[in-house]
C-alpha cells in the first residue's frame, strides 16, 4: 500500500506545472492533507489531477483508493475527469472532507469515473468545466456501480448535459443524502442531474437555481433534473 501524507491543504501543495499529470495511481492508496494543482493529461489521456486505473492487473482485485482533506484545482485533460479520473470496476474510492474546483475536460470536469465504486462525503465541487458531459461528476459504465453523495456540495459547474453530476449506468444507483446540487448550468439538458437508465436516491437533499438551455439556444430541459428513458427514482 502506498501512502502519501501532507502537512495540510495550505502547506504541501504538488504543482506539475502542467508537464503531465499529478498522482498515477494503479495500487491501494491513501493520499491526504495535500494540494494537488498544475496537472495537465497528456493529449487523449484521462485524470489530469488524479487518474486511477487497474495497472497490468487482470484478475479482479478489490482495492481501495482513500482522499481525505484534498484541495484539486486547476487540472485539465483532453480526454475525461480534469480533477479525479478513475476507469477501474476494482476500485472503490473514497473521497471525504476535500475541495474539488476550477478543473477542466471533455466529460467530468470534476471528477470522472467508468465502473470504480465510489463514495464521497463533506466534499464541495465548484467550478468545474465540461466539454460535454458532467461538469461537476460524470459516471458511465454497463457494469454494477454504487454511487453515493454525502453532506456535499455540486455547485456552479459547466458542461453541455448533466452538468451537476452526470449518470448513465444501466445496473447501477445514484445516491444522495443531505447534499446540495445548486447554480449549474447546462448548455442543452440537465442543469443540476442528468441521469439516464439508472436508480437515483435522493433524500434530505436540495436541487436548486440549476439552468438548461443557459446559452439560450432554445434546445435544453431539466434544470434541476433530467430524466432520459427508464428510470427508477422512488
Known amino acids: 500500500n502506498i501512502r502519501v501524507t501532507g502537512a495540510g491543504r495550505d502547506a ?16 491501494p492508496a491513501i493520499i491526504e492533507q495535500l494540494t494537488i494543482t498544475g496537472g495537465d493529461a497528456p493529449t487523449g489521456e484521462d485524470g489530469g489531477g488524479i487518474r486511477v486505473t ?11 483508493l482513500r482522499l481525505f482533506d ?22 472503490f474510492i473514497k473521497l471525504v472532507y476535500s475541495e474539488i474546483y476550477q478543473n477542466s475536460a471533455s466529460n467530468g470536469g470534476g471528477i470522472s469515473e467508468n465502473e470504480a465504486k465510489v463514495g464521497i462525503r463533506e466534499t ?6 465540461a466539454v460535454s458531459n458532467g461538469g461537476g461528476i460524470h459516471h458511465q459504465g454497463d457494469k454494477y456501480l454504487e454511487v453515493s453523495l454525502v453532506q ?10 448533466g452538468v451537476g453530476i452526470y449518470f448513465t449506468n444501466s445496473n447501477g444507483y445514484y445516491y444522495t443524502y ?20 439508472s436508480t437515483l436516491l435522493t ?14 439556444s432554445g434546445t435544453g430541459d431539466g434544470g434541476g433534473v433530467y430524466v432520459n428513458e427508464e428510470v427508477y427514482i422512488p
Not at 487497474?54 to 481501495?64: C, D, E, H, L
Not at 464541495?124 to 468545466?129: K, R
Not at 446540495?180 to 442531474?193: E, L
Not at 434530505?204 to 439560450?216: C, G, K, L, R
Request: aromatic fraction near 8%.
Open 152 to 161: 456535499s456540495t455540486i455547485a456552479n459547474n459547466y458542461a453541455e448535459n
Open 124 to 129: 464541495y465541487i465548484h467550478d468545474n468545466l
Open 203 to 216: 433524500f434530505h437533499s436540495t436541487i436548486t437555481n440549476n439552468t438548461s438551455d443557459a446559452d439560450n
Open 70 to 91: 484534498l484541495g484539486i484545482y486547476g487540472n485539465s485533460s483532453t480526454g475525461d475527469g480534469g480533477g479525479i479520473a478513475a476507469d477501474s470496476l476494482e476500485y
Open 12 to 27: 504541501t501543495i504538488i504543482d506539475a506545472n502542467g508537464i503531465d499529470r499529478v498522482f498515477d495511481v494503479s495500487a
Open 54 to 64: 487497474n495497472g497490468s492487473q487482470v484478475a479482479p482485485v478489490y482495492r481501495t
Open 178 to 197: 443531505n447534499s446540495t446540487i445548486s447554480g449549474n448550468n447546462a448548455n442543452v439538458n440537465g442543469g443540476g442531474i442528468y441521469v439516464d437508465t
